[in-house]
């Protein structure tokens, strides 16, 4: 699954000891992802009963971002 890269880049990190190296973070997909569920589990108590529903429906709904992303910007 593409997942568009890290949400937050960051410039390399360049250390004396230990070369240069660059924390990816978490992908932009997991970040649609955490947003659609902060949202969902904010307006449906009952999405907390079922965890395993509502983490796939999350990001189901962060792929269909990414989707839309591509259409505006062309990819990437």
Known sequence: MKDSGPAFPQAPIITKNFGTFKEKGMSLRDYFAAKAMQGYLFSCVQA???PKMCAQWAYEMADEMLKERE???GGT
Request: hydrophobic content about 35%.
């Open 48 to 50: 907390a009963d079922n």
């Open 71 to 73: 259409k505006e910007i």
